[in-house]
């Protein structure tokens, strides 16, 4: 595939995937603005780097997006449990951390699929 | 006083800039790369990346330095523990570099090393966010190793669940290389029509695909396949296209397996003296690129033409050359039992012409 192409194609991707994004960092796993913001820069560094791994050159942009929505998941998760030492004092939080990040991120997906 | 750790924000590089920066990487020699991994931004996840794609390419014509270079990298990320890029990232090229020193070991028949290498990647892969796919990549060349070793029914139990999970996971390059390892094994179980209609079908899907990597393979082996059957014209027709193929990709184990092929159509043909210049060609190329399993069998392969052509003590000289490789490589057992009758025929100066086509089967010019 024409790499110009690939990059825009991953553009057009991470574009639309981050409202949804932003919302669950900021809503579901609580970040605040600024670390929603540096989330999403790191994110959409690692989502360029991540679509030109082995392999995944014929990957749908489906799959693409559900392995960004994981990786969000993930990393948010990631964070607020290095931030709150794994004790949150917030519920709603604990609960949200308690999920798998696949299992959110399907969900996001779905949200996703449904919205455009 | 308590305070959080911050990293000092360090300005990404674009991947032509990673790209740069892998090449400089390689260019500089092994023992001086560590100490100037700043300045070559060793840790940057763009020049890995860039890395990992020049040592893949590189793994054919140049294995045994694509294994010092995945070794170096390797260890760099490992030790002591480098945080690299997001997520990940680490644990990937981890893997990823573990895979290549594999693969590169498989092909430089140090098997042993190629598995330990492979158990390496597989530990890494599990902490990936796309486990299935790297995983799936793992067993491939688990499974490619295996034919090497001659396990045929295994190989064709697992080959269509591969396929299945690469076509699950959208890997259709990877799901059409399966399909090498199938029409390997029906070379190597002696099925050469069914393995033509294999490598045939391949290579109407490499060229759908534009993967002239997979379609120099298919080519090669065609080469070989009508070379068996004494098809000279369409043996001489997929090696023409091949070569075309392989000297763009400037791939001189491809051109080595063509000439190899080559040798095979002129021994079929009944030409001895030629099929053994085109057999030497090929050496000349695996000893310079340390393919000792292939050097190995195409003497082998020149000791049973040397003995049609009356020359038994060249055919002698020949075998005891191949020796102490054929010793160094991990034989599989049913392959011993060939290389001691040989031996033995060579003390007692009759070679045992059953015992040399039995291990030169050990070997196979499989791509």
Redesign the interface.
């Known amino acids: 595939m024409n790499r110009q192409i690939r990059n825009d194609q991953v553009d057009d991707l991470y574009d639309r995937a981050l409202p949804v994004i932003h919302t669950a960092l900021e809503n579901h796993y609580r970040l605040s603005e600024q670390e929603a913001r540096e989330a999403e820069q ?2 959409s ?2 989502f ?3 679509v ?9 942009a489906r ?1 693409l997006t559900l ?1 960004l929505l ?2 969000a998941c ?2 948010a998760r990631s964070f607020q449990i290095w931030k709150h030492e794994n004790r949150p004092t917030d519920e709603a939080l604990a609960r949200a951390l308690a999920r798998e990040p696949g299992d959110v991120a399907s969900e996001l997906a779905e949200r996703l699929e449904e919205s455009s | 006083m308590a305070g959080r750790v911050l990293r000092f924000p360090v300005k990404p590089i674009s991947s032509e800039e990673g790209m740069a920066s892998a090449r400089r990487a390689l260019a500089t020699p092994i023992e001086a790369r560590a100490s100037r991994s700043s300045e070559l931004r060793l840790e940057e996840p763009e020049t890995l990346l860039g890395a990992c794609g020049l040592l893949k390419n590189q793994l054919e014509s140049s294995p045994d330095e694509v294994l010092r270079n995945a070794e170096f990298f390797y260890r760099f990320l490992e030790q002591p523990r480098r945080s690299v890029g997001v997520l990940d990232e680490r644990e990937f090229f981890l893997g990823e570099t573990a895979l290549i020193g594999g693969t590169a070991c498989r092909l430089l028949s140090r098997r042993e090393e190629a598995r330990r290498w492979f158990d390496r990647a597989e530990a890494w892969f599990r902490h990936t966010l796309n486990s299935a796919a790297d995983w799936s990549r793992l067993s491939y060349q688990r499974l490619a190793l295996r034919v090497e070793e001659r396990e045929f029914d295994e190989v064709l139990e697992l080959v269509p669940l591969l396929i299945e999970s690469f076509e699950k996971l959208e890997m259709r390059d990877e799901a059409l290389k399966c399909r090498f390892l199938e029409g390997i094994v029906l070379m190597e179980a002696n099925q050469p029509t069914r393995a033509i209609e294999t490598f045939r079908r391949i290579r109407a899907g490499a060229r759908a695909m534009g993967n002239d990597q997979l379609l120099g393979t298919a080519l090669t082996n065609l080469v070989q396949l009508h070379a068996g059957l004494g098809e000279a014209e369409e043996a001489l027709d997929a090696s023409r296209h091949a070569l075309l193929v392989w000297r763009r990709l400037e791939n001189r184990v491809g051109v080595a397996k063509v000439h190899w092929g080559i040798g095979d159509l002129l021994r079929v043909k009944g030409q001895p003296s030629s099929a053994i210049e085109a057999y030497r060609s090929a050496q000349r190329e695996f000893t310079e690129i340390g393919m000792r399993g292939d050097v190995t069998a195409l003497q082998l392969v020149v000791a049973d033409l040397l003995l049609d052509l009356g020359e038994d003590e060249a055919a002698r000289r020949e075998i005891v050359m191949a020796l102490p490789a054929i010793d160094e490589i991990q034989m599989v057992p049913e392959g011993m039992a060939a290389l001691a009758l040989l031996r033995e025929s060579i003390r007692g100066r009759r070679i045992d012409r059953n015992a040399l086509r039995e291990l030169h089967g050990y070997f196979g010019p499989t791509s």
Do not use: I, P
């Open positions: 790191n994110l560094m690692w360029h780097r991540f030109r791994r082995t392999g995944l050159s014929h990957t749908s799959s392995s994981v990786a993930q990393y």
